[in-house]
């Protein structure tokens, strides 16, 4: 979200946070349940979906926007973002936050080299995506 933040070499665990597969499976319902990874959202581009400081579920192996439009989490640059994907009316993907405040939109023409790193399919803060 924002600026975007660096990407990082690996994964790094900083606490637990315990689901059930029968919850998983009723509210996600993902293809496997092993690509299921946490992310913290940082900065204030996709409020009001979501806010700095929730906690996100994305689902890694939904990596491909033109069969689900959705909220992703992208590399660009080096630089990991959290974005909504959509695909407009002529076929392009666009790019965008959701924040009217500070909305920005980019359209995929192929000039744009980006790494698609899953789909965010829940916030801890109540609202499925």
Do not use: C
Not at 6 to 27: P, T
Not at 74 to 92: C, F, S, T
């Amino acid at each position: 979200m924002g600026l975007g933040n660096e990407v990082l070499d690996a994964d790094y665990v900083v606490g637990d946070l315990a689901l059930s597969s029968h919850w998983i499976n009723q509210h996600i319902r993902p293809s496997n349940i092993r690509e299921l990874k946490f992310i913290h959202a940082h900065g204030e581009s996709m409020a009001p979906t979501f806010s700095s400081g929730d906690v996100l579920l994305v689902d890694v192996g939904s990596r491909d926007p033109s069969s689900m439009e959705g909220v992703y989490v992208l590399e660009v640059r080096g630089q990991l973002y959290i974005k909504r994907v959509r695909i407009r009316m002529d076929g392009a993907m666009e790019v965008s936050s959701d924040n009217i405040n500070i909305k920005t939109v980019d359209v995929l023409n192929g000039d744009h080299q980006l790494n698609v790193l899953g789909r965010v399919v829940w916030a801890w803060n109540g609202k499925k995506l």
